[in-house]
């Protein structure tokens, strides 16, 4: 069973700070790491991808990727109010398919 | 910018009734997926489609479930008799190729099964 692990939260972090979410996943396998932004009652809206070791920013986004410890990170700089949400880890498996973790709450206080 | 549609957004039915889901994938994708999110739990994958064929499905997706492309734009899910435990959103969801793999959510469709 190929598994996806989050913290479910929720973490809480002041506006303007740095918010960090962490997934780590089972299959060493994986090649493709993905992060979705769910508010609540609607669909995951993809924000981040990485693919290769290392770092890779998109505005106030920094998505991380360690392979050799199975472990993908996504940085939130300068973290504001409208940010409070779930964010999935989705990581590809194979035959187009991903599998998510359970999602971190976060909530960034004003 | 393209987005996924899906229709209805809500969809009320009594158990053993048949539903059809339907999505309007981005235009120029070639990929389609079905994933359903039970209340408070995971995102979980159904089943992939590529060129008119189902390409993966989980063990989710029994003989109750089928997809179909009707037409060029509409892809859609059925579910032939409905069970409670039916009762999710299902999100469809589509991607241009295998090699970017990245996949875009539709705003899903509440299925209640009463």
């Known amino acids: 069973q190929k598994e996806v692990e989050q913290n479910s939260g929720p973490l809480s972090v002041p506006e303007g700070a740095i918010a960090s979410l962490n997934c780590t996943y089972s299959?060493?396998?994986?090649?493709?790491f993905f992060w979705y932004r769910q508010y609540s009652g609607k669909s995951p809206e993809l924000i981040m991808f990485i693919y290769s070791n290392g770092d890779k920013e998109d505005g106030r986004f920094t998505a991380q990727l360690n392979k050799a410890s199975q472990y993908v990170s996504l940085l939130i700089r300068d973290s504001q109010p409208s940010d409070s949400a779930t964010y999935l880890c989705a990581v590809w498996v194979g035959g187009n398919k991903l599998v998510f973790g359970a999602g971190t709450i976060l909530r960034v206080k004003s | 910018e393209p987005e996924v549609t899906q229709t209805p957004s809500h969809q009320v039915t009594q158990m053993g009734q048949e539903v059809i889901l339907r999505c309007v994938p981005i235009?120029?994708?070639?990929?389609f997926y079905w994933y359903r999110q039970i209340l408070g739990q995971k995102v979980e994958f159904l089943v992939s489609?590529?060129?008119?064929?189902?390409?993966?499905k989980s063990e989710i997706f029994d003989d109750q479930f089928s997809v179909e492309r009707p037409d060029g734009s509409n892809f859609t899910l059925k579910i032939r008799s409905t069970k409670l435990e039916d009762s999710a959103m299902y999100f469809c969801?589509?991607?241009?190729?295998?090699?970017?793999?990245?996949?875009?959510f539709g705003p899903g469709t509440r299925l209640t099964v009463t």
């Open positions: 969801a589509s991607s241009p190729i295998t090699g970017t793999l990245e996949q875009y």
């Open positions: 235009s120029n994708h070639l990929y």
């Open positions: 299959d060493r396998g994986s090649q493709s």
């Open positions: 489609f590529y060129n008119n064929e189902i390409s993966e």
